[in-house]
């Protein structure tokens, strides 16, 4: 949790990490490698997506607005510097003012929950179970073999699904800055309704790239 010293290390990165979702990462630049030892003695640590730049070997990308904190679950130093990370998103955290940028992003980010969060309502549980039958169809329709255990939090099934779902960066990034879960699961929902009828009006089960969360 992002409190009191808000200033925290950015990596910017082309995709869009949800909170209690995983992401590997491999460190290999020497920026990187910088914003590591920082890290490891306590700076802590947030991904977000890339609104301008490339990920690697170029200038410093430009973060979009909003972004993950994560924690460090774990941590692979290579011979020659390089590191293999497995960090899991925790809070999402909204930008304030960049502090520094050399040789890495460092910015005072303040802490974003769902602006319902702790409004355990009727109708958030009918959505988590809505969003469960129709993942579950999903994954039938698919023919996955292997027995998939869904999260029981309705957020974690919820980012489970957009985090996977092959939609554009921009469009999981709107997602991300949905400020409601309930909202954020309503869009979920519509999301896996088209794709379980485009994959029952199709020849083969596919997963269908560039669709729209509107």
Known sequence: MVSGNRTVAVFPLGTVLFPGMPLPLHIFEPRYRLMMEEVLQGLPLAVFSIEDGQEALGRLARPAAVGTLVTLDQVERMQDGRMNLLVTGTQRLRWDRAVSEDPFW?????????????????????????????????????????????????????????????????????????????????????????????????????????????
């Not at 549980?125 to 039938?140: F, N, Q």
């Not at 379980?196 to 009006?201: A, E, F, M």
């Not at 083969?204 to 509107?214: D, H, M, T, V, Y």
């Open 106 to 214: 460092k910015a005072d980010l303040d802490p974003w929950p769902d602006e319902d969060e702790g409004q355990a309502t009727v109708e958030k549980a009918d959505l988590a179970l809505t969003l469960r039958r129709e993942l579950s169809d999903y994954l039938s329709l698919l023919q996955i073999k292997t027995q998939v255990e869904l999260p029981e939090e309705a957020d974690l099934l919820c980012h489970l699904c957009i985090q996977n779902s092959g939609l554009p960066l921009p469009d999981r990034q709107a997602f991300l800055e949905i400020p409601t879960l309930a909202d954020r699961m309503r869009k979920t929902i519509n999301l896996m309704r088209r794709k379980n009828l485009l994959i029952r009006s199709s020849p083969g089960p596919g997963l269908q790239q560039g669709e729209s969360l509107n």
